[in-house]
């Protein structure tokens, strides 16, 4: 089936070929960091994690997301879902991909990356990270094709990988989950060593995921004359909105943990985050606008997406709108302020501040451009599969 | 790379001689006769206290250290002079950033150090004198809790927090789990910034996480901690093994009022102050 990448019109191989420019760029970045080392980028003694981790933990989110697709299609049997499952799945194999090159971006020595499973360590969260993310990516390689190829040759996918699909299950949840840990047993990180974290990771995966998945859909609707029908995209924007929601209430609770305790620790973070924290007569607040921006554009989408639903009325664009809002806004209260916050003030009581460098963002754009270029060249062969089923 | 790399095993095959004959360590600050029958006892000892808030570890020799802040109020030379010690013995390069440094012991406001026990109304001995911080060599580790490949790990015979460089895969995870920040990383190759290599030590290389060792490949060789040594004249650092109810640090222990850092975390810190 891969050759059904290979066809396509002027406009798919821009697109690739764009995507492919910032890949290169993002190579030479990385080679660079290879060869001369890590303090080519923002992170420092004090701030040793940054935009890689950060974006890592941000993707599995959107890798669980899929299992909004998956569970009402098959444990609920939910039809409206059929021709939309597999974008799910495969979006679940490109951000995986992604958050396994984050982690090789993200290790002072790759060359040693093996070592996780030479000397398993069953102790550190880290490998049961490893481990539940590459069981996920497998089990969505598995699924995904079978039942692609089943659908090609219009028969109905051997029972055997339906095991596959209802375990993916659990996995999706316990992604996300085991990313929460290794954030939330952290001695001495007020803001992680919540137990929230996880529920809140997962309410917002549940959110991050489909919106991406419903932007792909209106995106192929247009140009690959693909359509997931308005039935899906009305469910999944329900699920969106439920989701947000839910993610916005678990930010308030720790707000109230924080502020109602008044313990300084617990305050900090979010001080840092949403108003500036005052230090030794000095404010740092570099990350206030942004941390601003996702809560007017989380309840931004929220308004708009609820108006739809109120008015029964509503369009493609506005409903691109209204996920694009949802989904940057979880990308800069995830993928930005939740590990950034948790490290603003270190465990001396000093505040360091997080800027990262251009080599940084480089190999960042980089991995993400692969992603997308990953889950174009998939979806173009699911699309065309469908196309010739269609016939 | 080889050279280094045979150095290394040199060293850990000292350290680890070091570790069968653990009374040799222990002989430092204790009296030498009963260490090993010491031993045995304090595991007993331990093993009928049991249960909630036992402070000490479990069995065998637990090393640990004490500083005696009164003899250090008001000599900030003495902080400086640990500290350069100990850079020297492990080839600490010095980098002028704060944002890539590497720190093994320094010297820290009172408020630093101990963000749980800094009051509002400090004394002004408080207020204007450092205090010096290292790892902590905990008895309950979360640095060796979440390492993915036993990279950090306690050293059985002597209770040490340990390294291996050459099996770290420099994911800093140890950093996140450390409340003490104790921890560096290698952001840059540090060769270049070691004033006077150290050729008893090894050298490391870059994208690998290092931290405070307790000298173990010093007392592999019957001596001293670096620190301790430096300071001798004050007396102010004490090393020895907790556990040995005859070691010169015990005796202190049980005369003195000390305190921890950051103890609420549970992590059972075997650094001890005199404030
Ligand atoms: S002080 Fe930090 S690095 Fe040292 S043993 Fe404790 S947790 Fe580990
Ligand atoms: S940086 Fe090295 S020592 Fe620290 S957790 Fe990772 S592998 Fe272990």
């Known amino acids: 089936m891969i050759e059904k990448a290979l066809k396509g019109n002027p406009a798919y191989w821009m697109w690739l070929a764009f995507l492919s420019a910032f890949i290169a760029v993002g190579g030479i970045c990385y080679l660079r960091q290879f060869l001369f080392g890590m303090h080519l980028t923002g992170m420092g003694r004090d701030l040793s994690w940054g935009l890689y981790i950060s974006q890592f933990t941000f993707l599995v989110g959107v890798a669980a997301g899929g299992l909004m697709l998956v569970l009402p299609y098959y444990i609920h049997n939910y039809k409206a879902f059929g021709r939309m499952t597999i974008l799910g799945e495969f979006l679940a194999i490109s951000s995986i991909v992604m958050c396994l090159m984050f982690i090789m971006a993200d290790i002072g020595q790759p060359l040693r990356g093996l070592n996780m499973i030479f000397h398993p360590t069953p102790n550190s969260m880290l490998f049961w990270d490893m481990v539940v993310l590459l069981g996920y990516l497998g089990l969505n390689v598995i699924c995904g094709w079978v039942i692609l190829t089943a659908e090609r040759k219009q028969v109905k996918p051997p029972k055997w990988v339906y095991i596959f699909v209802y375990i993916s299950i659990p996995f999706a949840v316990s992604i996300h989950t085991v990313t929460a840990m290794l954030y939330c047993g952290l001695p001495g990180r007020h803001f992680w060593l919540s137990a929230i974290t996880a529920p809140r990771f997962l309410a917002s995966a549940f959110a991050a995921g489909p919106a991406l998945i419903v932007i792909a859909c209106l995106i192929m609707k247009r140009i690959a004359h693909f359509d997931v029908g308005k039935e899906a995209i009305n469910k999944l924007t329900t699920i969106i909105m439920y989701a947000a929601l839910i993610n916005a209430f678990f930010v308030c609770l720790e707000f109230f943990v924080g502020y109602y305790s008044n313990i300084p620790g617990h305050k900090h973070a979010l001080e840092y985050l949403f108003f500036g924290l005052e230090h030794h007569g000095h404010v740092y607040n570099n990350l206030v606008p942004f941390m601003w921006t996702s809560v007017v554009f989380c309840f931004g989408g929220l308004g708009l997406f609820a108006y739809m639903k109120i008015a029964n009325w509503s369009t493609d664009f506005f409903i691109g709108i209204g996920c694009a809002l949802i989904f940057i806004a979880l990308w800069l209260d995830k993928g930005l302020g939740f590990v950034m916050g948790g490290l603003a003030v270190n465990p001396l009581d000093e505040v360091v501040e997080y800027i990262p460098t251009a080599n940084e963002i480089g190999i960042t754009l980089g991995i993400w451009a692969t992603g997308f270029l990953l889950v174009t060249v998939l979806y173009k062969i699911a699309v065309k599969v469908e196309h010739e089923v269609e016939g | ?275």
């Open chain 2, 1 to 275: 790379m080889d050279k280094q790399r045979r150095k290394f095993l040199k060293i850990a095959g000292a350290t680890a001689l070091a570790g069968i004959s653990a009374p040799v360590v222990v002989n430092l600050t204790g009296s030498p006769a009963v260490a090993s029958a010491a031993k045995n006892q304090a595991s007993a000892q331990a093993a009928a206290a049991g249960g909630h808030g036992d402070d000490t570890a479990p069995k065998g020799v637990k090393l640990g250290l004490l500083i005696d802040m009164r003899k250090l109020y008001g000599h900030p030379e003495l902080l400086d002079k640990a500290t350069q010690a100990c850079n020297k013995a492990h080839n600490i390069p010095k980098i002028d950033n704060k944002k890539s440094e590497i720190k093994w012991i320094w010297k820290t406001p009172f408020a630093n150090a101990f963000t749980d026990q800094s009051t509002s109304n400090a004394s002004y001995t408080t207020r204007n004198n450092d205090f010096l911080v290292l790892c902590n060599h905990c008895a309950e580790p979360p640095c060796v809790r979440v390492c993915p490949t036993k990279a950090t790990f306690v050293d059985k015979k002597t209770g040490i927090v340990a390294m291996d460089f050459h099996r770290c895969i420099g994911c800093r995870f140890c950093m996140m789990g450390c409340p003490y920040g104790a921890r560096s990383f290698n952001w840059m190759d540090p060769l270049p910034f070691i004033e006077e290599l150290n050729p008893d030590f090894p050298a490391r290389m870059r994208g690998v996480v290092e931290k405070c060792n307790f000298c173990g490949e010093r007392l592999a060789l019957g001596k001293e901690p670096a620190c301790v040594e430096a300071v001798k004249e004050a007396g102010a650092i004490i090393f020895g093994d907790l556990n040995d109810p005859n070691s010169e640090i015990r005796r202190i222990l049980d005369k003195e009022h000390t305190i921890q850092r950051q103890a609420a975390y549970g992590t059972k810190p075997s650094v001890f102050y005199i404030v």
